[in-house]
């Protein structure tokens, strides 16, 4: 028996609509790897892990050969809550997103990568989430687009696989893949989509399905695809 999903359709940057009703309860360690090669991702819902299927990306991290940025780091010790929540804040605002639940929850296995000016300011972070020694997701990033001049936004990916691929991981995650604000990770090197049933490289049929997302504003839309 061999189970199928169809991710032809979803939202995510105004609101989650990519589940479709299926999930995995009560996945131990050891099959976190194989809930990540059948397209499921785990998200933090009330600090609760909540695994979900949809449209997952992911890079290949032997087939890149990105730099690292040296003022990032890993947060350790205490994290600056009320700053990370003030640079998404502003993060949303420039990119005209609603804030994403997830941004206050966190997961024991999450871990947090901050971005510093050259003046030492914290300007950006992400959320990494460590599924095991091969898999890493790189699950939030948040900037607050007052020095556009530093490109951040894909730097720090590029820095994430380049640093991941030096810690040993053989996948990073990019998570769902929807919209044309998700268009973007198919230019990354390595990269893969799962379409429901298989992992595709096919990144002109995923362009193409993150553009027919953003067009599909209500039911009737939705009906016609």
Known sequence: MKIQFNHNFGHQEQGECFHFGCELVDVPLHEHNAALDFGFLLTANNGKPHWYQSRSCRVR????????????????????????DHIYTAYCYYKK???????????????????????????????????????????????????????????????????????????????????????????????EWWTGSEWSQDVDQYRWLCRRDSKIKNVADLYDV
């Open 97 to 191: 997103f609603k804030k994403y639940f997830e941004v206050g929850h966190f997961l024991p296995m999450d871990r947090i990568m901050g971005y510093y000016s050259e003046a030492g300011d914290f300007v950006a972070w992400a959320k990494l989430r460590h599924y095991s020694e091969q898999a890493i997701e790189t699950v939030l990033f948040a900037w607050d687009y007052a020095t556009p001049a530093l490109r951040l936004g894909q730097r720090s990916l590029e820095h994430e696989i380049a640093w991941a691929k030096q810690q040993g991981y053989e996948f990073v995650y990019l998570g769902p893949g929807y919209e044309r604000s998700s268009m973007y990770k198919a230019d990354i090197v390595g990269f």
């Open 61 to 84: 991290t032997a087939d890149t050969d990105y730099a690292t940025i040296e003022s990032a780091q890993l947060i350790e010790g205490r994290m600056p809550f009320a700053e990370m």
